[in-house]
């Protein structure tokens, strides 16, 4: 048996995952000590993979694995040293283990993995070879004394895991490495001809996993030398090994540059995606002649002049910055240049590459000391629910359940500050940890089976202290007593043997029964005094519409070419304001019918609103000018002291925001108008209206950007001001915000204006109005018709729509995002396009958003007039390799001709990529 390596593996943790030994065995294939996992996780269950996969298995670590079934967050907790660099590497091996073949049946299996409480990378086995091996990295400093990682169950497959391996990096090693900052592993390469597929420890030290390129034919020109590679002389952050530094890769003298092509999983959402490349260099030629080059990302240039110094390591990486929106347009591929200069008598050359992308540390873990102690109470009465994993109180969506956290102060880790465990069959004295959480406000230990005193600790923050209905004996702690007698703690003990010694009001219930009994009195009163407000309104609100207010017309009318209605027609018109179809902030729209039988609608400013109805003349002023099929329709207006209306052609479809929130239906004197409860809106119908919405020569936006003069911003564009006709036909409405404006279509407010969720952030933030402005508010709009979600929504908590989108493409795919009332039905293809569109419109800044001419453009190739045929949700197989990615081209180098010098790229000299399949850990 071969030695088992110790030298340089002090500090490793090798952790096979449902090993259903306890002691440790020595891995034949990798020659190290493997552990059994049961110290390091609570729950899960153990397999084995199935039979037909164990003969193929290269390690042991394949061929088990611990699956979690139960909960939605389960967690490893591995030692570290606190401030510690660690590489951290998951393996997943599904091996058909429950032999339900998950992941080549069709349906998504998917899963998420935290490194603490900040989300690292999604694990997508979809359609892949159930033998092959998916691998995760993730570099990061230990924030305390232990490192978890998790596994997070998003519903679609349950999470498993075959192997844990954590190997201790040196200080000084990725010096970008911080707090806030972690990487997620995509790719390391190292050059030259090599025999080893996969190269790691013991020849890298700290066990990381080097691909070999293996393209040694003409025009690549491998180099070799045996002369130590000189660290000394520059930072080496990155302790690549001796044996990698000693090989090269470059190309012919008669080609001038190389390209590294790397993509990335297809359900990334790579454009938020943020890039770290780092090059390692030694020149390891007794060529004489001066080797130089540049490089760059696209348009991007990196390093310029770079020229590597004989025998001497120089790694380079963008310091300070991680690399956005580096990816070609409509694909998951981004690639790096090395061009040679006009100086230079070389071609470039490389030793060894790695890839990275952030991974942010944003979210604050519980305070320790509450977590210490929240353990340590776990383990006193030893309780095991489920969700009582990882950290209590973080990321929120995953916190314990019968804890309360507080999270006011941003910048400080949160605090618990309830804890409720009433009827958790808790036995034995009250644990002292209890009384050691400094922020412990509210602490209900009521109807269990707890004996002895209340410990005696000073804990101020505690307001609220429910012992009521244990076994406790006392004595009660005189601090405690004096606290309750200042009404400083509500403290409860009835219902235990030490009220038989005692007379204090803590342990009876008739303080609280008369409390309960006043504040239900209180209540009740409250409700009636609001009945009696709302029904007076009410009443004024109906008597107010009968007074005549013909006394109250303006005399000086609107100089307009549209319509006037007097107080007295618009009563006539809707039956003295008999149909209310909605209600606003504005005011009342009511149902009306003219006199050549036409409905509208009616919107009317309520007598209280007539100070603040700033927006009314604006709109009347703008839908006088502007006339378009795709624009409500203006047929009047009212100007009285007392009452100022609008009068629009009626939609009886309502508008979209309702069609999109599953239909309505309103009550007119005619009886029941059904609009739209029948079925939700469908693919085709969604794109149609977005269509309507935008779609030139004769649509809304690009109308009034581009045709009106000067330009019109609407400035409110939302689904609620997107009307519908009978015919599903989009009719924009509501122009009270509308401004008009030349000036290079920019215009200065003094305030933003807007509906949130859909207000431009740098109109909100600059108050420069632009026609950008109803660019980004018509992302929004797309991305509602796509989920069916409002533009700000609670999943659990506050989340603004682009950023949900985003988070869910990033931890699954992007079918993960269509409302589920479309059944699957529709077509991938367009939805896909329509998703890129949408957040292309939503960028941050204007100047990188499209016009609405550009939006026209490509939603008339996305979206056609025409029905589409229609797609399922289910896509086709793709190839995939172990890395964890869906990309049959995950690194790819390309040269460049002689005669292209710093232009375009060019194919190698077989008219081929280059290509290569990985598979890990074999």
């Not at 929004?780 to 729509?801: A, F, K, N």
Request: hydrophobic share 35%; aromatic share 10%.
């Amino acid at each position: 048996m071969k030695p088992i390596h110790t030298l340089h593996c002090a500090g490793f943790i090798n952790i096979d995952c449902g090993w259903k030994n306890s002691s440790s065995y020595t891995d034949n294939a990798l020659n190290m000590q493997y552990s059994f996992d049961g110290g390091f996780v609570e729950g899960g269950l153990n397999h084995e993979i199935s039979p037909e996969f164990m003969v193929g298995a290269a390690n042991d670590q394949q061929k088990t694995l611990r699956s979690f079934p139960d909960g939605s967050r389960n967690c490893y907790t591995l030692p570290s040293t606190v401030g510690k660099k660690y590489l951290l590497r998951a393996m997943f091996t599904y091996g058909n283990y429950d032999r339900l073949n998950k992941t080549l049946d069709g349906s998504m299996f998917l899963f998420g993995l935290h490194i603490g409480v900040n989300f690292w990378q999604a694990v997508n086995l979809t359609n892949m070879d159930p033998s092959l091996t998916v691998f995760k990295e993730v570099l990061s400093i230990a924030p305390g004394n232990s490192v978890s990682v998790c596994l997070i169950n998003f519903g679609s497959g349950t999470p498993f895991v075959s192997a844990l391996e954590l190997r201790p990096l040196e200080d000084g090693m990725y010096p970008f490495l911080s707090s806030s900052v972690s990487v997620s592993y995509l790719r390391r390469i190292r050059f030259g001809n090599n025999t080893d597929f996969i190269t790691r420890y013991p020849t890298d030290n700290y066990d990381r996993f080097w691909e070999s390129w293996d393209f040694t034919l003409y025009p690549w020109i491998s180099l070799s030398t045996n002369t130590t590679v000189d660290r000394q002389q520059s930072i080496d952050g990155f302790q690549v090994p001796q044996v990698i530094l000693q090989k090269a890769t470059t190309i012919d003298t008669n080609y001038s540059f190389m390209r590294i092509t790397v993509s990335v999983d297809p359900n990334l959402d790579v454009r938020s995606l943020e890039l770290l490349p780092i090059f390692h260099f030694a020149e390891i030629t007794s060529d004489s002649a001066k080797r130089k080059f540049d490089i760059s990302s696209g348009s991007d240039l990196l390093f310029q002049d770079v020229s590597p110094l004989p025998m001497r390591v120089d790694s380079m990486y963008p310091t300070n910055r991680f690399l956005t929106n580096r990816f070609l347009s409509g694909t998951n591929l981004t690639y790096f240049s090395l061009d040679k200069t006009a100086s230079s008598a070389l071609p470039p050359l490389i030793n060894a590459f790695e890839m990275y992308s952030l991974v942010r540390m944003d979210e604050l873990s519980t305070d320790s000391n509450d977590v210490y102690y929240m353990k340590q109470i776990k383990m006193h009465y030893n309780l095991t629910r489920i969700s009582w994993n990882g950290d209590p109180c973080s990321p929120r969506e995953y916190s314990w359940e019968d804890l309360t956290c507080d999270y006011s102060k941003s910048n400080q880790n949160p605090r618990i500050v309830t804890v409720n465990l009433s009827t958790s069959k808790l036995a034995g004295g009250i644990a002292v940890s209890f009384m050691n959480m400094v922020s412990l406000e509210n602490l209900d230990l009521s109807h269990n089976n707890l004996t002895g005193a209340i410990p005696d600790y000073q804990l101020n923050s505690l307001k609220v202290l429910n012992l009521s209905n244990n076994q406790l004996t006392g004595p009660i702690p005189d601090y405690i007593l004096q606290r309750s007698n200042a009404g400083l703690l509500d403290l409860r003990l009835e219902g235990n043997p030490l009220c038989s010694k005692v007379k204090g009001a803590y342990c009876s219930n008739k303080k609280r029964n008369i409390l309960t009994a006043v504040i239900v009195s209180v209540v009740l009163v409250s409700i009636l005094v609001v009945i009696c407000i709302l029904w007076k309104l009410y009443c004024k609100g109906k008597s107010g519409y009968r007074e005549d207010y013909a006394m109250y017309e303006e005399e000086t009318p609107l100089h307009i070419d549209i319509k006037r209605f007097t107080y007295a027609e618009l009563k006539l018109i809707t039956n003295n304001f008999q149909s209310i179809i909605g209600k606003g902030g504005f005011g009342i729209v009511y149902h009306g019918i003219l006199d050549n039988g036409n409905e509208v609608a009616v919107k009317v400013l309520m007598e209280t609103s007539l100070a603040e109805s700033t927006d009314f003349l604006p709109e009347v002023q703008t839908l006088s000018k502007v006339h378009h099929k795709n624009l409500v329709t203006l047929e009047g207006y009212c100007q009285n002291k007392k009452c100022l209306a609008l009068v629009y052609d009626f939609m009886p479809r309502g508008n979209l925001q309702q069609l999109l929130r599953g239909g309505f239906s309103l009550t007119f004197l005619s009886g029941i108008v059904d609009l739209g409860n029948d079925d939700s809106l469908n693919w085709e119908q969604r794109t149609h209206i977005a269509l309507d919405a935008a779609q030139g020569p004769y649509f809304r936006l690009e109308y009034l950007h581009e045709s009106c003069t000067p330009s019109i911003v609407h400035r409110d564009v939302k689904t609620p001001n997107i009307l519908l006709d009978k015919n599903l036909v989009g009719i924009i409405s509501d122009f009270g915000l509308s401004r008009a404006f030349n000036d290079a279509h920019t215009h200065i407010s003094t305030v933003a204006a807007g509906t949130v969720g859909y207000l431009d952030p740098e109109y909100h933030a600059t108050f420069q109005l632009t026609v950008k402005t109803d660019v980004y508010s018509f992302g929004i709009v797309l991305l509602e018709i796509i989920t069916g979600r409002p533009p700000v929504c609670m999943d659990p908590q506050t989340v603004h729509l682009p950023n949900w989108v985003r988070q869910k493409i990033a931890k699954g795919s992007i079918h993960d995002i269509v409302d589920k009332r479309l059944l699957d039905q529709y077509d991938v293809n367009a939805l896909q396009g329509v998703v890129d569109l949408a957040m292309n419109c939503v960028e941050s800044a204007a100047i990188d958003r499209p016009t609405m001419t550009e939006v026209v453009s490509r939603l008339k190739v996305l979206l056609p007039a025409v029905p589409s045929k229609k797609q399922s949700v289910s896509a086709s197989p793709q190839c995939r390799n172990s890395m964890g990615t869906e990309i049959p081209r995950q690194f790819q180098l390309m040269i460049g001709g002689g005669n292209n010098e710093g232009g375009s790229p060019q194919p190698d000299y077989t008219g081929r990529m280059s290509e290569m399949s990985l598979l890990s850990g074999r």
